[in-house]
Structure formats: structure tokens, C-alpha cells
């Protein structure tokens, strides 16, 4: 915002000209207070929003899920206590599912948009997207039982784009971007301190409809879906 006036040598009638810049002095110093006072409101904007602070990945804070449900109760009860902890929590810039299952063609071929599917562990030989379907849910996981209901042998491309509930997927896009961990930073937020990966247990919430969450207190399936949307690590777009 600029504060620059014009240059006006010719004052309205009647009106002196120590009045017009008084006038107009009075009106920088309140714009000068706005931005201030904007300036102290903006971070926690940022940080209460439920929607990425950049266009490009799915970037933010990002808390673990055994902190989600106290963390959630200073909301509107203690914000400068929330402020402070969510300043001190990582952030993880994570790909979206849109990102992950988006695709481009170059002659007769498909190849998948997103560059996530060749890094750390995942390593697809190239891009095309017959070579990223065969990457498996168990391959993603970890797991002989799959993750959130859905079997191992399952593609996770497949399974991404099929008719699945929005927390089976949203743990599918959390599992691809733990993989890739020293890009996304994922694993920050779903390894506790006794090292397990909490996305384990949150897939067996989604899988039985609800459990015992990493907190201690019951969650559902639901509830594990907007954990991993509030927190940057399972959005769909």
C-alpha cells in the first residue's frame, strides 16, 4: 500500500492549507496502525486456516496425531498457547491426491504428473503411468494386511482413482508421502517418540470404522480423515 499524496497546490476554497495536510497526516498514521496491527494477525491466520499457505504442494504446520486432540482444545480456549505450539511444530510440504494421480500424455503414451512417484523409496523407474500402476498398497505401507481396508495387492493408483471412502484415500496419499519422507518431511509428524508410525494405527481406525486413537481416545474414521487434511499430510486436493 502505498502512502505517497499527491502533489495538490490548489486547496479547496475555505480550506487552509495546514488543515489538508494535518488531514491527510491523521489518515497515514491510521493506515501505518492498520498494517501493524495486521501484521500481529497474520501468522495466526495462517496457522488456523485449513487450506495450504502455498499454491504449488500441500504445505503447513503439521502436528502428531497424539497431540491433535489436546491441541485442538486450545482452539478459541487459549490461542496464544495454540499459537505458540503450532510456531514450534514442524511444517511438511507434502503432494496432494490431485498431485499424486495427475498425468500428462507425450505421443500414445501416459506419464504421471507428479515427480514423487521416483523418489526415496517408491523409485519408479520412469513416469509412465502403466510403470506407477504397479506399485502396490502393501509396497506403500509396509503391511501384509494393506492399510485402512483396502489389501495389499491393491494399486494404490488404482484404489486412489477407485470408489474408496475420502479417509481410505486421504491414508493412501499420508502413506505415499511418508515414503518420500526426505522430501515431504512426513515423517515428523507420524513417528512417535517410541518410534512406531502412527500412520499404522490410524489405518486400522479407518479400516474398523473407529478405535482407540493415538491419543488415547476413540476416533473415527472420519476423525482420521481430518487429521491428515488440518495437518497437511492426506488432502485431496
Not at 499527491?6 to 501505518?32: C, I, K, L, M, T
Not at 498398497?137 to 485402512?148: D, R, Y
Request: charged share 20%.
Amino acid at each position: 500500500m502505498s502512502e505517497h499524496q499527491p502533489n495538490d497546490s490548489q486547496p479547496a476554497p475555505g480550506a487552509p492549507a495546514h488543515v489538508d495536510v494535518s488531514a491527510r497526516q491523521a489518515a497515514s498514521e491510521r493506515r501505518r496502525r492498520f498494517i501493524k496491527m495486521g501484521a500481529g494477525v497474520v501468522p495466526v491466520a495462517l496457522t488456523l486456516s485449513s487450506r495450504p499457505v502455498l499454491a504449488t504442494n500441500s504445505q503447513g504446520k503439521c502436528f502428531s496425531a497424539s497431540a491433535w486432540g489436546s491441541v485442538q482444545t486450545l482452539v478459541g480456549t487459549n490461542a496464544s498457547q495454540y499459537t505458540r505450539k503450532a510456531a514450534a511444530a514442524p511444517t511438511v510440504t507434502c503432494y496432494t491426491l490431485a498431485q499424486w494421480v495427475a498425468k500428462y500424455r507425450t505421443g500414445k503414451t501416459d506419464y504421471a504428473s507428479c515427480d514423487g512417484w521416483r523418489k526415496n523409496s517408491i523409485s519408479c523407474a520412469d513416469l509412465k503411468v502403466s510403470t506407477v500402476k504397479k506399485y502396490t498398497v502393501g509396497s506403500a505401507c509396509g503391511s501384509a494386511n494393506g492399510t485402512a481396508g483396502i489389501g495389499k495387492n491393491v494399486k494404490i493408483w488404482d484404489a486412489l482413482t477407485g470408489n474408496y471412502s475420502a479417509a481410505q484415500k486421504a491414508m493412501l496419499v499420508a502413506w505415499l508421502n511418508y515414503r518420500i519422507s526426505n522430501t515431504t518431511k512426513t515423517d515428523v509428524c507420524v513417528i512417535d517418540t517410541f518410534s512406531s508410525n502412527q500412520l499404522t494405527t490410524l489405518g486400522n481406525i479407518v479400516a474398523a470404522g473407529s478405535g482407540k486413537g493415538p491419543d488415547g481416545k476413540t476416533w473415527y474414521a472420519e476423525d482420521v480423515r481430518r487429521y491428515l487434511e488440518s495437518n497437511f499430510i492426506g488432502r485431496l486436493s
